[in-house]
Nanobody, 119 residues
Framework: VQLVESGGGMLQPGGSLRLSCAAS????????MSWIRQVPGKGPEWLSTINTGGGTFYADSVKGRFSISRSNADDTLYLRMNSLKPEDTALYFC??????????????RGPGTQVTVSS
């Protein structure tokens, strides 16, 4: 049972990036899935959740700039990030939401992929 993120990198402000999260070892389509980011010295920040029906939810800090999606055929979660800002610099990881639990909770996460936004 694991999640593995990819797609991070270093880019300039205003740029775009798409993160991917490959899931394995569990029935991906049965779980709500989230993206979360963390900066060293700070707590994790919930960004977005997509539920099993495709409904999407976003934190105010990324609403209108980030877009979450999923491919149940490929067991993959995505995060499209546009208009990136230096304050978006963080370790981004995907997470599985326990069934019936709040979107802010997770019981499985990947190691993360680093996104650095700098001029």
């Amino acid at each position: 049972v694991q999640l593995v993120e990819s797609g991070g990198g270093m880019l300039q402000p205003g740029g775009s990036l798409r993160l991917s999260c490959a899931a394995s070892g569990f029935t991906f389509s049965s779980y709500n899935m989230s993206w979360i980011r963390q900066v060293p010295g700070k707590g994790p920040e919930w960004l977005s959740t997509i539920n099993t029906g495709g409904g999407t939810f976003y934190a105010d800090s990324v609403k209108g700039r980030f877009s979450i999606s999923r491919s149940n055929a490929d067991d993959t979660l995505y995060l499209r990030m546009n208009s990136l800002k230096p304050e978006d610099t963080a370790l981004y990881f995907c997470a599985r939401v326990p069934k019936g639990d709040s979107y802010y909770v997770y019981n499985l996460r990947g190691p993360g992929t680093q996104v650095t936004v700098s001029s």
